[in-house]
């Protein structure tokens, strides 16, 4: 086991000697903040089968703890988002002061328009009317829940979209979708944003209504300001150059946040960093470019088979890995490279900076923050996970459905 006293002072002093700023690595370090997902923590799997955890939570309140282990862990998880129905309480206050006893605060509220029966044609794209109500009624409930929970976004993603060609009018389902989110836009409060979120495909394989981000980006101009798009990293289709996605919308002024994860194929909601870790480092050398501010992170993430606990955290840790590798791109032999046309030797200070053995900075960060140096360690050997299986029962049997 290396010290990690000396590792941390080795690594400053060679930042130092090749002209990074470390106290303002560490400052920009020790705000990095996202949003764990409060149906991470819950039953979730594939069409095939959803295996139920030993130790899962059993309801809302117990998914914040889990969430709060994972911030005492990594000191950069203070919020939780949240998806309804699935953490639908009668009392909504109780539920935000449980969270704020724990030390956290509610992050992006998700409503969800892809479960009710009614909505197997679409929701605010339906052909029938009394359907869009009824969605359009589920959204503005959203709205409610987000203000009454101290929630400033609602994070929206539309299941909808047709199966076969000439199912339904494209460009109507279209007209219908901005209608109805006109009206959810007008009621939003001032403190909240709406975040559209697109996706290639699934459950639709014919046409998807927010299918890419230029799709969405049109709606989000056409509602208003305070309507930016949401980018998960599993709804691509493959080859797509996602960091240039973020570049583009950051300077529309529409980058409303993320779902990190990663995928191998298609939506597989693996831990982010656990397939691509270059390129979730070339994402974040985007978002930390000079000028550009850093906008909401949440993880969108679902454990099948793995730890959900440990899994949360190690997202939180290769996510604080991947940003204090983008902060040590030297920006100006970045630029004197590109103003001299000299392709290798700017790919060459992004492979630097990747190339940096970052965790002793992100372990000095959290010590600081009062966090583990090592939270998967930790996390093994604090019993966590154990009490949890004492508390909320053993068994491991197959659950019936997602997000509870
Ligand atoms: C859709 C999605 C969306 C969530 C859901 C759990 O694939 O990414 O963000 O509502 O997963
Ligand atoms: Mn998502």
């Given at each position: 086991?290396?010290d990690?006293?000396?590792?941390?002072?080795q690594l400053?002093e060679?930042l130092?000697?090749t002209?990074?700023d470390?106290d303002?690595?560490n400052?920009a370090l020790?705000?990095?903040?996202v949003?764990?997902?409060?149906w991470?923590?819950?039953?979730?799997?594939?069409r095939?089968?959803?295996f139920?955890?030993?130790?899962?939570?059993?309801?809302?309140?117990?998914?914040l703890?889990d969430?709060a282990?994972v911030?005492?862990l990594t000191g950069?998880a203070s919020?939780v988002?949240l998806h309804?129905p699935?953490?639908?309480?009668?009392?909504?206050p109780?539920l935000?002061?449980?969270a704020?006893s724990l030390?956290?605060?509610i992050?992006?509220v998700?409503?969800?328009?892809?479960q009710?029966?009614d909505?197997?044609l679409?929701?605010?794209?339906?052909p029938?009317?009394?359907?869009?109500?009824?969605a359009?009624?589920?959204?503005?409930?959203c709205?409610?829940v987000a203000h009454?929970?101290?929630s400033?976004?609602q994070?929206?993603?539309?299941a909808?979209?047709?199966?076969y060609?000439?199912?339904?009018?494209l460009i109507a389902r279209?007209?219908?979708?901005l209608?109805?989110l006109?009206?959810v836009?007008?009621?939003l409060?001032?403190?909240?944003?709406?975040?559209v979120?697109?996706?290639?495909?699934?459950p639709?394989?014919?046409?998807t209504d927010?299918?890419?981000?230029?799709?969405?980006?049109?709606v989000c101009?056409?509602?208003?300001?305070?309507?930016?798009v949401?980018i998960?990293?599993?709804?691509?289709?493959?080859?797509?150059?996602i960091?240039q996605?973020?570049?583009?919308l950051?300077?529309e002024g529409?980058?409303g946040?993320?779902?990190f994860n990663n995928?191998?194929y298609?939506?597989d909601d693996l831990i982010v960093?656990?397939?691509?870790?270059?390129?979730?480092?070339?994402?974040?050398?985007?978002?930390?470019?000079?000028g550009?501010?850093?906008?909401?992170l949440?993880?969108?993430?679902s454990h099948?088979?793995e730890?959900?606990?440990?899994a949360m955290?190690?997202s939180v840790?290769?996510l604080?890995e991947?940003?204090?590798?983008a902060?040590?791109?030297?920006r100006?032999?970045?630029?004197?490279a590109?103003?001299a046309r000299?392709?290798l030797r700017a790919?060459?200070?992004l492979l630097?900076?990747?190339?940096?053995?970052v965790?002793?900075?992100?372990?000095?960060t959290?010590?600081?923050?009062?966090a583990a140096e090592?939270?998967?360690?930790a996390?093994?050997e604090g019993?966590?996970?154990e009490r949890a299986v004492a508390?909320?029962g053993?068994a491991?049997t197959?659950?019936?459905?997602?997000?509870r």
């Open positions: 086991m290396t990690p006293n000396r590792d941390y002072e400053a060679r130092t000697e002209g990074r470390v303002a690595i400052r020790s705000a990095f903040d949003e764990t997902p409060s991470g923590y819950g039953d979730s799997g594939t095939f089968a959803t139920q955890q030993p130790g899962r939570p059993r309801n809302v309140f117990e998914r703890q969430a282990e911030h005492r950069a919020a988002a309804f699935w953490d639908h309480v009668d009392d909504l109780a935000r002061s449980h704020e030390g956290l605060r992050g992006a998700n409503p969800n328009l892809f009710d029966p909505y197997k679409g929701s605010v794209t339906h029938d009317e009394r359907v869009r109500e009824k359009v009624e589920h959204l503005l409930e709205v409610h009454e929970l101290g400033t976004a994070s929206l993603w539309l909808d979209g047709t199966n060609a000439g199912q339904d009018d279209r007209h219908r979708m209608g109805c006109a009206r836009y007008e009621a409060p001032p403190e909240q944003e709406l975040l979120e697109y996706k290639l495909f699934e639709a394989f014919y046409a927010l299918a890419d981000w230029g799709s969405a980006l049109l101009q056409k509602l208003g300001d305070r309507a930016k949401l998960d990293l599993g709804h691509h289709a493959q080859g797509v150059n960091e996605i973020v570049a583009v950051d300077d529409r980058l946040g993320f779902h995928r191998k298609a939506d960093g656990s397939v691509n870790p270059f390129e979730l480092f070339l994402i974040f050398v985007e978002l930390t470019a000079p550009r501010a850093m906008p909401r949440t993880i969108d993430q099948n088979i730890a959900k606990v440990e955290t190690l840790v290769n604080q991947a940003y204090a590798k902060l040590l791109v030297d100006d032999e970045l630029a004197r590109q103003r000299d392709v790919h060459e200070v630097d900076a990747y190339g940096i053995d965790r002793p900075l992100c372990a000095k959290r010590g600081e923050r009062g090592d939270p998967i360690r996390l093994r019993g966590y996970v508390e909320r053993s491991e197959v659950a019936e459905g997602w997000g």
